[in-house]
């Protein structure tokens, strides 16, 4: 008898574009506003730089800005990061609205809704139960665990508190890789 799982299913979060911004415009009270295409604005001042990451209200199209650098000295920054603020390199747009010290400082949440995905390998195996999944996350999206793992084995809510051991709280939303144990149905 083996109640050690023999397979592992390696699970995958990721996003699939850029998430909104729950960010109040002041001019039209609207909470939505998205990075587009994702422009920074580099500004100098004598030895200093100033950088913004550009946001739009989703509702009225105004133009605000998020502070990314402010009056940073020139020198401090790493020539190959500030040719990407220059050149509105994507990823970089990517990496500083996923850091959740921007989020902080500009205050800001990010809103994942409809901008991820799950990704699951599609062959289901006849082979035995328990069945080990390992959920690893490319991008920081915060997802509840339980609504998770019913979404990728097309479990009931109860199914899944019924089958599924995990180490982790299931209700509480994370963006940590974490693995679970889905045990024999009835
Ligand atoms: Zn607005």
Redesign the pocket.
């Known amino acids: 008898m083996s109640s050690q799982p023999h397979t592992v299913l390696p699970w995958v979060v990721r996003r699939t574009r850029l998430p909104l911004l729950s960010l109040r415009?002041?001019?039209?009270?609207?909470e939505s506003a998205t990075t587009g295409e994702g422009r920074f604005r580099v500004n100098a001042n004598g030895k200093l730089l100033d950088v913004w990451l550009l946001v739009r209200?989703?509702?009225?199209?105004?133009t605000g800005k998020l502070t990314v650098h402010e009056r940073a000295p020139v020198r401090s920054f790493d020539p190959a990061e500030l040719h990407g603020y220059r050149v509105n390199d994507p990823e970089l747009v990517a990496a500083r609205l996923l850091d959740p010290l921007l989020a902080r400082r500009n205050r800001f949440t990010l809103d994942w809704t409809g901008a991820w995905r799950l990704d699951t390998p599609s062959a289901r195996l006849d082979e035995a139960w328990p069945v080990q999944v390992e959920v690893v996350f490319e991008d920081p999206v915060p997802v509840r665990p339980e609504r998770l793992i019913a979404q990728g084995l097309g479990l009931s809510r109860n199914e899944v508190l019924r089958r599924i051991k995990c180490d982790i709280p299931l209700r509480r939303p994370t963006s940590a890789g974490f693995t679970f144990t889905v045990m024999a149905g009835d």
């Open positions: 415009c002041v001019d039209c009270g609207s209200c989703v509702s009225c199209d105004r």
